[in-house]
């Protein structure tokens, strides 16, 4: 841990090295034109106001900000850079997907500026260079990770896995001419890059302004497709303000526009776009920043080559078994037919969805990434022509569940269809379009068919996260999932209904597909990390254990959508590390936030692991019908307001063991309940292992509805104990409920995203919250000023308490005082006298709410409670002839 002073230092260190690279980036780019110029005061300005933070740390602070190259072929091996905080001692890489491994890990001082190209120093500890082994057979596509040190784990980053070999962009910082007049450049059609087919560009867009153009070059031949597919906004390159928008364009070496995209359905801000090339020669591919927002880390991997670019596929599912004729729409040389056999068990959730390649007449590459369809159990439906009035709908001669496929394809089009369903049946009626990459923009009706007695009827649109099976913010975290409408429909009387299908704009064409699917019910739960307050979502988000401790970490609990279970649930861990165990307590769908203990011997086996946990009801004979697990939806990079557009999934939850805690904490188990309208005193205990000699940060995560906590506290270096104080409300549920208390390092990390703190909480001590021992009736009084009067009370006994309890008058006026000594009262009395001084400060005049706190002593424990709510008139003082 580093003191205050050594932290000065380092920042000045820092700015000496700054101020001599200024120097000599500001001779180097006097000649270099004024953008290049403009570009140098722009990185410039950014890095003094980095500096100007007071921090000697990586830009926000995180364990691991940034991780470069982002994207590797498969079969090879890539050296690839972190930069972050507390990387002293890298250990290992946690894979989420397998196809991976780290081989190497070794902490670097020197690593490339990400702004300008140049080798910048930075400290011991905020950098390491790693290398991934790639399989051969590893999956095109996203694998996240995390990165193990001794003593703690990162926030989660992604990297990426081409087919194609990886070329860099050449000049990807800054675009001049060199002394001598050769251009150092791709900003033009003339400079563009020559780069070969089938093969993946790392680039890099600077901030500007000016804006930075990237061109690149390939050769072409007559009747060969050409396509590009941009990855760049859900690269996710910074946790924060890594906010990337671009647009791609191809064309002729005339100039001659062949094709552009800019967002789309299949990846939404990424752009794809395929061409048929209409004759032999060179071809222009340009990108460029379509919306500018205010970030420096726009990286981009750029797929180009004669792959098939197919951009939805119809139908969208097929039934679990079944060989399924697929169509793939939208490839620049026309539809592609593919057979595709869907697995026979399908798993629940993402693992029901099916990749689809697609291969022309010549077998092209396959696509940087597939199309998608959906596997379920039940039989399909498909639109016949003709039904596109509800007074004339396609009958349907199946029973649900069943799927229905179709395309929306005129403007204003509906589809109807006329189904039969029982009453009592539950169905989650769920649409497939925005999810599976199609451009309809789904909008649902379901009515009764005429002579259906039945009054329900429903509209419906866009969706929340919980239909979803996901978590998230349901306004601010926009995803195109939540375009397709999914409700519950259930049925209440026997016989037939209508459904209709179209788009909510009235916009219609080929690629405007859907499935709709009647999912048969199952009740679920999930369980999430709730954000802490004021704190990003990616903050703490992972589990760390040190041997021979605990940590209690809060989980919320979503009910499943339409979840009617109303019994106890439990959480039960699968896979997870010798030495380690997790403890919670039964809870209800509706328990809002709980709290999980993770605990790990003194032999825990040291490393990282992916765990799953699953939610399950208590009784064994329940589980057959009900799912659920933990889910984490966590965003790709985070906009300003926590507007985030991209997302990484996972269901599973990462777990590491370390070595490094630097205390023990411990909470005296209460000998005495927390009554309502009461104060608890809880004694904590720390022991500081050898090394550490610091304060202390104590504070509870949760606590039981009702029950609130005192601000956080310090437990002083050379201190071992310190008092807690719990308070519980009037209406706080009595119950039993397990408590901890969560300590770290009072300096040495950073507060905003907990990186370079130890978390250790204490073994779970059980808080009652009751009834009060007594309470307290205070009877109404009057009392002239400048007297001393009294103030009776009833007392009303609920438990018994050893002791005495001592009653002290509360929220009274100024120019009022209880006189000492304060009464007492024992277990059996019944009544109890206030003397009280009434003073000319007082003002003549009526004064309520004046309470009473009881401090009761009992088993050797103190508590406070509140009780009473009486009345006090002051009246004039006769003796001085007042009116």
């Known amino acids: 841990m580093r003191s205050g002073l050594q932290r000065a230092k380092e920042i000045s260190d820092v700015v000496d090295r700054f101020m001599k690279n200024q120097e000599q980036l500001e001779k180097r780019t006097h000649e270099a034109g004024p953008r290049s110029r403009f570009a140098h005061c722009w990185s410039s300005l950014i890095l003094t106001s980095f500096l100007l933070t007071g921090t000697a740390q990586a830009q926000f602070g995180y364990t691991v900000e940034l991780l470069y190259p982002q994207v590797g072929q498969a079969g090879t091996s890539v050296d690839v850079t ?63 990770l995390r990165v193990r040190t001794r003593d703690n784990l990162s926030e989660l980053m992604t990297f990426w896995v081409t087919s194609f070999p990886v070329i860099y962009e050449q000049y990807p910082w800054t675009d001049r001419d060199d002394n001598d007049g050769s251009p150092l450049r791709n900003d033009s059609a003339k ?176 696509p940087p990434s597939p199309n998608r369809i959906h596997s379920a159990f039940f039989h399909d439906v498909f639109e016949a022509a003709g039904h596109n009035a509800n007074d004339n709908p396609q009958p349907i001669d199946r029973m649900l569940p069943l799927a229905i496929n179709g395309r929306i394809e005129s403007e204003g089009e509906v589809d109807w269809y006329r189904f039969t369903a029982k009453k009592g049946e539950r169905y989650r009626v769920r649409t497939y379009a925005k999810t599976l990459d199609s451009e309809l923009d789904a909008r649902i009706w379901l009515r009764p068919a005429p002579g259906n007695a039945s009054r329900r009827s429903y509209d419906e649109d866009d969706t929340r996260w919980e239909p979803h099976d996901l978590v998230g913010h349901h306004y601010r975290e926009q995803v195109k999932d939540r375009l397709d409408p999914i409700f519950m429909f259930e049925p209440d009387t026997d016989g037939d209904w209508l459904i209709g299908i179209g788009d909510t704009r009235r916009e219609s064409g080929p690629h405007h597909v859907y499935r709709v699917e009647f999912q048969p019910h199952v009740d679920s739960a999930f369980v999430f990390f709730p954000a802490y307050p004021s704190l990003d979502e990616i903050v703490r988000d992972r589990i ?71 939610v399950e009801p208590v009784n064994p004979n329940a589980r057959q019908n009900y799912r659920g697990g933990f889910i984490q939806v966590l965003p790709a990079t985070q906009r300003r307001g926590g507007f985030a557009m991209c997302f990484d999934r996972t269901r599973k939850l990462a777990l590491a063991v370390g070595e490094g805690a630097a205390f023990d904490l411990a909470i005296d188990w209460p000998t005495i309940p927390l009554v309502r309208n009461g104060e608890l005193a809880l004694n904590v205990r720390v022991t500081r292992h050898a090394g550490f000699d610091g304060d202390v940060y104590c504070e509870m995560d949760w606590l039981p509805d009702g029950v609130n906590k005192q601000p956080p506290l310090i437990i002083k270096s050379g201190e071992t104990d310190a008092v ?147 009345t006090l008139r002051v009246d004039p003082s006769r003796g001085r002839g007042e009116e």
């Open 544 to 614: 760390v254990l040190f041997r021979g401790h605990s940590y209690m970490h809060p989980m919320g609990v979503q009910p499943g959508f339409g979840s009617n279970y109303d019994g106890p649930l439990q959480l039960r861990a699968t896979n997870l590390p010798d030495g380690v165990t997790i403890d919670a307590e039964p809870f209800t769908q509706d328990a809002g936030v709980i709290p999980v203990m993770f605990s790990a011997t003194q032999d825990a086996k040291i490393g990282v692991d992916l765990i799953d946990l699953i």
């Open 82 to 144: 972190i930069e972050g905080n507390f990387l002293h001692d890298p250990q290992e890489v946690l894979f989420y997907q397998p196809g991976i491994r780290c081989t190497k890990l070794n902490p670097v001082t020197e690593v490339t500026h990400f702004q300008n190209g140049s080798v910048r120093k930075v400290d011991e500890g905020n950098a390491a260079r790693l290398t991934f082994e790639i399989g051969k057979d590893a999956k095109p596509g996203e694998y996240q």
């Open 191 to 366: 400079h563009a890059q020559p780069i070969p087919l089938n093969s993946t560009v790392c680039g890099y867009l600077p901030s500007g302004p000016p804006q930075d153009d990237d061109w690149y070059s390939v050769e072409c031949k007559a009747g060969q497709r050409l396509s590009v597919e941009v990855l760049a906004a859900r690269l996710g390159t910074y946790h924060y303000e890594g906010m990337n928008d671009p647009s791609v364009s191809i064309f002729d070496s005339n100039r001659r526009l062949l094709g552009r995209n800019d967002d789309n359905a299949l990846h939404a801000q990424d752009p794809v776009v395929s061409v048929i090339i209409p004759q032999d020669g060179r071809y222009l591919i340009h990108m460029r920043q379509q919306m500018d927002y205010e970030t420096s880390m726009r990286h981009y991997a750029l797929h180009v080559g004669t792959f098939t670019r197919p951009l939805v596929a119809f139908p969208l599912g097929g039934q679990a078994g079944k060989r399924n004729q697929i169509t793939l729409l939208g490839d620049a040389s026309g539809d592609l037919m593919t057979d595709v056999l869907l697995p026979s068990s399908p798993g629940p959730f993402e693992a029901a969805y099916v990749d689809v390649f697609g291969s022309g007449e010549l077998n092209e590459p396959r």
């Open 724 to 870: 807690y104080k719990l308070r519980a409300s009037g209406n706080a549920p009595p119950g039993e409920y397990p408590i901890s208390i969560t300590g770290r390092e009072n300096g040495g990390g950073i507060v905003r995203t907990g990186a370079g703190f130890h978390y250790v909480g204490s073994p779970f001590v059980s808080l009652a919250v009751g009834e009060p021992y007594v309470t307290i009736q205070l009877a109404r009084a009057a009392i002239e000023r400048d007297t001393i009067g009294e103030i009776t009370a009833e007392v009303a006994h609920h438990k018994p308490f050893s002791g005495e309890a001592t009653l002290q008058l509360g929220r009274l006026p100024f120019g009022i005082e209880q006189v000492k000594p304060f009464p007492t009262i024992k277990s059996d009395d019944k009544s109890a006298t206030f003397q009280v001084k009434v003073t000319n400060d007082c003002l003549v005049g009526q004064y309520k709410d004046i309470y009473c706190e009881v401090t009761v002593n009992d088993g050797g424990q103190q508590i406070r409670q509140q009780s009473g709510s009486g």
